[in-house]
C-alpha cells in the first residue's frame, strides 16, 4: 500500500515508498560505478522524446553489456512513476546498474538492478541565463557513454557553484571545447551556430539533437566543427542545453560576460524548442 504523499520510486520491478526501496550495498554500481542512466524531462505528465532517451540507453546499456527490459515495459514503469507520484512537470530518471556482484571489478550473475525515480521540476519557461566557469581537468574524448560514473562532474559543478556559477564546462585532452557537467554547449558568431562534434567526447545529447533540427528547419546556419575552449567567451551569444534546463542562454565565463544573454539565436531556438514541446511530447 502506497501511502498519499511518499515519495514513490520504482525498483526492480515493484512500486515502493522512497524509504522502503533497498538496493544491496555489494551492487556493482555502487562499489564500481558500473551502470548507465538516463534523465528525461516530464511535460504534461509524459516523458518527453521517450524514444529518442531509450535508444540512446540501449546504446549505453550495450555498450556497457548490461541488459534492460523492452521499450513498451520500461515505458510503462515510468509511466507507474509518475502517476504515482502525481506528477505534470518533472525529472524522470531510470537507472540501470551491474547489480549485486563481487567485492572487485567481476560483475556477478544476476540480473542488473533498475531504477526509475521522479522529482517535481517547475513548470517550463524562459530560462534565466546561467554563468558558467571553466575547469582545469580535461574530458576524455573517447568514452561516449552515459555511464553513472560521475564524480569529475560533481567536483566541477561544485567548483562552479563556488565560484558564483551554474555550470562547469570541460575541454577535452586535446584542449578543444567539448561539453558541460550534464550539458551540451553552443556558441553563435557572426549568426553561425556552432556546437562540439561526437569526436570532442561530447554526450550527444538528446536535446542537442532536436536544437540542430529546429535551426536547420529555421534556415539558421549550424556546424558541429572542432571547437578551442575559449570558443564560448569569444563567441557573440552562447547557450547550454539539456532535458532539464532546455535552452539556457550563458551571461558569462570565467565570470567575463557575454556581449548578450540571451542573444537573438538563443531567443528565436529557445522559443522554438517550447513551441515543439507543445506541440508533440515524442518527436
Not at 504515482?84 to 531510470?94: E, P, V
Not at 571545447?177 to 551556430?193: I, K, M, R, S
Request: net charge negative.
Amino acid at each position: 500500500m502506497i501511502s498519499p504523499g511518499r515519495l514513490v520510486v520504482w525498483v526492480d520491478g515493484a512500486l515502493v515508498e522512497e524509504h522502503e526501496a533497498r538496493v544491496s550495498p555489494f551492487d556493482h554500481g555502487l562499489l564500481t560505478g558500473d551502470g548507465v542512466f538516463e534523465t528525461l524531462r516530464v511535460y504534461r505528465g509524459e516523458p518527453y522524446c521517450w524514444r529518442r532517451h531509450y535508444e540512446r540507453l540501449a546504446r549505453s546499456a550495450s555498450g556497457m553489456g548490461l541488459a534492460i527490459p523492452p521499450g513498451p515495459a520500461l515505458r510503462r514503469a515510468a509511466l507507474e512513476v509518475i502517476e504515482a507520484n502525481r506528477l505534470t512537470d518533472a525529472r524522470l530518471r531510470i537507472t540501470v546498474t551491474g547489480g549485486p556482484s563481487p567485492l572487485g571489478s567481476d560483475r556477478g550473475r544476476v540480473t542488473p538492478t533498475l531504477i526509475l525515480a521522479a522529482s517535481e521540476l517547475p513548470a517550463p519557461g524562459p530560462a534565466t541565463p546561467v554563468e558558467v566557469v571553466t575547469v582545469p581537468w580535461p574530458r576524455n574524448e573517447r568514452a561516449g557513454l552515459k555511464t553513472i560514473s560521475y564524480g569529475e562532474n560533481v567536483r566541477a559543478l561544485a567548483m562552479a557553484t563556488a565560484a558564483g556559477a551554474g555550470e562547469a564546462i570541460f575541454a577535452n585532452t586535446r584542449g578543444e571545447l567539448c561539453e558541460g557537467t550534464g550539458t551540451n554547449v553552443f556558441v553563435v558568431t557572426a549568426g553561425v551556430l556552432r556546437t562540439p562534434p561526437e569526436s570532442s567526447g561530447c554526450l550527444l545529447g538528446v536535446t542537442r539533437a532536436l536544437i540542430l533540427e529546429l535551426a536547420d528547419r529555421m534556415a539558421i546556419p549550424a556546424e558541429e566543427p572542432a571547437l578551442p575552449l575559449t570558443a564560448v567567451a569569444t563567441a557573440d551569444e552562447a547557450f547550454i542545453s539539456s532535458s532539464t534546463r532546455e535552452v539556457q542562454a550563458i551571461s558569462a565565463v570565467d565570470g567575463h560576460p557575454l556581449p548578450a544573454a540571451p542573444g537573438p539565436v538563443t531567443t528565436l531556438l529557445a522559443d522554438a524548442f517550447r513551441r515543439a514541446v507543445a506541440e508533440e511530447l515524442d518527436p
